[in-house]
């Protein structure tokens, strides 16, 4: 194993299937890898063994892959840890330039193209990506964050509508059998955005006072 690779990997997701699959494929490679299931368990890996590199979903419960990135961007032990960001939800211009000015170092879209992904794992850890250092302060941090999610809010609102006309105007029974999924699947998206929306609101009021 090359010097670069000598510590590990760290992988959170909450979804188990591409945790298992980022897990199983970055093992085969010859990395060592720790894995979490939201931000708040990779902070407690971080402090047991610092990672090479930290590769996270955004969307999670208990603690985001933003706040993450904010919270390590800010402690001086760990401003200067690459991050990659792989999101499903998270891909417009304005998402991406948010995660630049937080400070991420590479960001990449689900579902995740394995032949382009190892690549950009590989050359951050050789140091041919360099770590981003920009940290903002909480304020900024907390109504850029805001503005995210509730133009996330929006959108998976309209994608909730338009799947509940789907599913009320399709025959095929397999049909609304996908449909019905995708759109439980996009009513818990909304759920969790709309409790992150209520603690950054929090955060913000907290900030004013």
């Known amino acids: 194993m090359s010097e670069e690779t000598k510590g590990y990997l760290l992988v959170v997701d909450d979804i188990p299937d591409i945790l298992n699959l980022l897990d199983t494929t970055l093992k085969f490679k010859g990395y060592r890898v720790v894995t979490a ?3 708040e368990e990779a902070l407690e890996a971080i402090k047991k063994e610092r990672p090479l590199l930290v590769i996270a979903d955004i969307l999670m419960p208990k603690m985001d892959g933003f706040s993450l990135v904010h919270r390590l961007r800010i402690d001086p032990v760990t401003r ?3 991050v990659v960001f792989l999101s499903a939800t998270y891909v417009t211009p304005e998402d991406k330039d948010f ?6 170092t590479q ?3 689900k579902p995740v193209d394995i032949a382009l992904f190892l690549p950009v794992i590989s050359d951050i850890l050789a140091q041919k990506v360099k770590p981003a250092h920009q940290s903002v302060s909480d304020y900024e941090f907390y109504e850029g964050y805001r503005k995210r999610l509730e133009i996330k809010m929006s959108h998976k609102l309209a994608q909730i509508t338009r799947s509940q006309h789907l599913l009320n105007t399709t025959q095929s029974e397999d049909e609304r059998n996908t449909i019905a999924k995708s759109l439980q699947d996009a009513r818990d998206e909304r759920d969790e955005i709309a409790h992150l929306l209520e603690q950054v609101l929090d955060r913000i009021d907290g900030s004013k006072k």
């Open 80 to 82: 200067d840890l690459p």
């Open 99 to 104: 995660a630049v000015a937080i400070g991420v």
């Open 37 to 39: 299931r939201n931000g």
């Open 107 to 109: 960001f990449i879209e």
